[in-house]
T-cell receptor
Framework: NAGVTQTPKFRILKIGQSMTLQCTQDMNHNYMYWYRQDPGMGLKLIYYSVGAGITDKGEVPNGYNVSRSTTEDFPLRLELAAPSQTSVYFC???????????FGSGTRLTVV | KNEVEQSPQNLTAQEGEFITINCSYS?????LHWLQQHPGGGIVSLFM???GKKKHGRLIATINIQEKHSSLHITASHPRDSAVYICASRGGSQGNLIFGKGTKLSVKP
């Protein structure tokens, strides 16, 4: 049982480049989330999804896009990367909003 | 807007000591989560509670809904407990969490 798998673990991007952070879960969880963690700050919600075909903005969605075509996958797209997007990104999933969460191992992204 | 405050920010303890980490939130919530972030960065869910107390091994989490306050206790602390402990409140039905900034715990042998 792999849980939540994030790829890549590390990435350096140049300003203006684009990339997709991948997130896959094998627990048949309906709820999936993308968070970013900046030094000294609490995790902030970027986007979330309560099921395939449904996505919604979180607290800090600007500069990002998501899709949820299957229950398993919830990729996060960065268009036109900016230095402000340098952060550690975590994907998480849950059966629904009333249970605990499983987190991926994180993606450390640096934009230079 | 709900805000989550943790104290202390940093905590150093000797092995065997009893540890308490506090968490306060500003508005009513449906549940409170305690998470552990390892030095390598991975995040593990420890507890989710909406009332009373939960225990798992040497970890105990309590919540007082009226006072909007939760505590995480570690008994007989050990160097392997060194990590960042994060509390997060959940208010909405979508399960979205508001996170505290974390408490960095270091347990010395």
């Amino acid at each position: 049982n792999a849980g939540v798998t994030q790829t890549p673990k590390f990435r350096i991007l140049k300003i203006g480049q684009s990339m997709t952070l991948q997130c896959t879960q094998d627990m048949n969880h309906n709820y999936m989330y993308w968070y970013r963690q900046d030094p000294g700050m609490g995790l902030k919600l970027i986007y979330y999804s309560v099921g395939a075909g449904i996505t919604d903005k979180g607290e800090v969605p600007n500069g990002y896009n998501v899709s949820r075509s299957t229950t398993e996958d919830f990729p996060l797209r960065l268009e036109l990367a900016a230095p402000s997007q340098t952060s550690v990104y975590f994907c998480a999933s849950g059966r629904d909003g009333n249970y605990g969460y499983t987190f991926g191992s994180g993606t450390r992204l640096t934009v230079v | 807007k709900n805000e989550v405050e943790q104290s202390p920010q940093n905590l150093t303890a000797q092995e065997g000591e009893f540890i308490t980490i506090n968490c306060s939130y500003s508005v009513g919530i449906s549940a409170l989560h305690w998470l552990q972030q390892h030095p390598g960065g991975g995040i593990v869910s420890l507890f989710m509670l909406s009332s009373g107390k939960k225990k798992h091994g040497r970890l105990i989490a309590t919540i007082n809904i009226q006072e909007k306050h939760s505590s995480l206790h570690i008994t007989a602390s050990h160097p392997r407990d060194s990590a960042v402990y994060i509390c997060a409140s959940r208010g909405g039905s979508q399960g979205n969490l508001i996170f505290g900034k974390g408490t960095k715990l270091s347990v010395k042998p």
